[in-house]
């Protein structure tokens, strides 16, 4: 059976995307399920390509139990948008920058995160790069609930599909 593949992108693939990448990871293990899924994050920038995350998103995601340490940065690319099932942009500057990159026969897999699991209070996952560690805390908050709705999604949408 082929997996269903997620990828969560941000700017430089370094706070937001690897945050809902090892929260999305450690939710399919805990449920006994990561072999029916791929799940990898990107940026849309080069800024931090091969870096790993940024020190606060790990330590303050090891806190809660998530390791992000071996997540690696990388951008998005043109093969993303083909192999991909689901591309979830973290905000709609990224949801914007990957319409207007990607074949057109390939918009319908990118969604803005908040909105495709219908989140109603906010539509983008703020950037905690030059915040405190509230602003991180925050994205953990988020990147748990998120991931959790998107999970239950997901496994009836997986389920539907066999």
Not at 126 to 148: I, M, N, S, T, W
């Amino acid at each position: 059976m082929k997996k269903y593949s997620v990828l969560f992108i941000c700017t430089g693939n370094i706070c937001r995307s690897p945050t809902f990448e090892g929260v999305f990871k450690y939710l399919l293990s805990e449920n006994k399920i990561s072999r029916n899924f791929f799940i990898d994050s990107a940026g849309t920038r080069s800024y931090h390509i091969g870096e790993t995350a940024d020190l606060r998103s790990i330590n303050y995601a090891g806190e809660r139990g998530y390791d992000l340490s071996e997540i690696r940065s990388r951008q998005v690319c043109n093969k993303d948008f083909s192999e991909f099932d689901l591309l979830l942009a973290l905000d709609r500057s990224h949801y914007d920058e990957l319409i207007s990159i990607s074949p057109r026969k390939y918009t319908s897999k990118i969604k803005l995160i908040l909105s495709y699991i219908n989140y109603e209070s906010l539509h983008d996952v703020p950037d905690p790069y030059y915040g405190k560690k509230e602003d991180f805390e925050r994205v953990l908050d988020l990147a748990e609930e998120c991931c959790d709705r998107l999970l239950k999604k997901l496994i009836k949408k997986v389920e539907s599909s066999k």
